[in-house]
């Protein structure tokens, strides 16, 4: 069974920080993987990705340097740490392959900034 779940989010003041995982199977552990957030009235954002075996990453302009990306393929997870958060970072974050449209993603996990 392939799947992505997502856990960790939650609702923060700014400036807070917050820890999302994604338990991800085994399928998963040779692609990239990203985490991507879709906020109220906005389009999708990737956000950060980790390529499989050289752990390089990637981020947008808009969280590079308060995000951080990470995996742990011995315990199929992925994380993002999410530091000095604003309000506008308020969305659900999903983990997903890089492939178009994210289509292989998990359901998502809500991230409140307020």
């Known amino acids: 069974h392939v799947q992505l779940v997502e856990s960790g989010g939650g609702s923060v003041q700014p400036g807070g920080s917050l820890r999302l995982s994604c338990e991800f199977s085994e399928y998963y552990t040779q692609y990239c993987l990203v985490w991507f957030r879709q906020g109220p009235g906005k389009e999708r954002e990737g956000v950060a990705y980790?390529?499989?075996?050289?752990?390089?990453?990637r981020y947008s302009d808009s969280v590079g340097g308060r995000f951080t990306i990470s995996r742990d393929n011995a315990k199929n997870t992925l994380y993002l740490q999410l530091n000095s958060l604003k309000t506008e970072d308020t969305a659900m974050y999903y983990c997903?392959?890089?492939?178009?449209?994210?289509?292989?993603r998990g359901q998502g996990t809500q991230v409140t900034v307020s």
């Open positions: 997903a392959k890089d492939v178009p449209d994210w289509v292989e």
């Open positions: 980790i390529y499989a075996f050289s752990g390089n990453t």
